[in-house]
């Protein structure tokens, strides 16, 4: 029994990290039920304190994910505007597969900017600045994954 949790547990590992790519799988949250699952056993045993910090980890991670590609346009100086289209083509996005998760969120910033009177040029750099919050915030989920990956392969040797 105690093999067969370890390796579901390595199973949601994987499954989290392509989760950080994949749109409609939860990737971080995935990952982190992996390290619960591992706990089950009498091989791993990560303290309470390592689990409550990676369950706040997850929980933020996860916040950051839909929040990261409007702080992107804001930070490439995009207006409410492309705020407001970019957090829309975020959800929007996940109806598209992955590439209406890649371009969703710069789609929803440069129209937001394009409704809100902006040249078009600069509704294309609010986008852009969609894509690179986008692109941090895969980064970030991938590194999580990664780390809480290495933390329950550390514990099982």
């Known amino acids: 029994m105690e ?58 991670v996860t916040i950051l994910d839909y929040v990261v590609p409007a702080w992107g346009t804001k930070q490439f100086g995009g207006t409410k505007w492309g ?8 959800f929007a996005g996940l109806f598209f597969g992955p590439v209406g998760v890649i371009a969703g969120p710069l789609v929803g910033a440069v129209l937001g900017e394009l409704l809100g009177g902006k040249q078009v040029a600069e509704a294309i750099r609010a986008g852009w600045g969609s894509f690179v919050g986008l692109l941090f915030g895969t980064i970030l ?11 329950l392969i550390r514990m099982i040797w």
Not at 83 to 90: A, D, F, L, P, Q
Not at 141 to 151: D, E, N, P, Y
């Open 83 to 90: 705020v407001v289209g970019s957090t829309i083509g975020v």
């Open 3 to 60: 093999i067969f949790l370890l390796v579901i547990a390595g199973l949601c590992m994987l499954i989290g990290i392509i989760g950080c790519i994949v749109p409609g799988l939860p990737g971080v949250p995935i990952a982190y039920a992996g390290l619960w699952i591992a706990q089950i056993t009498e091989r791993v045993d990560f303290t309470w304190q390592t689990l409550l910090i990676w369950g706040i980890v997850t929980i933020v």
């Open 141 to 151: 989920k991938l590194i999580c994954c990664g780390l809480m990956t290495s933390a």
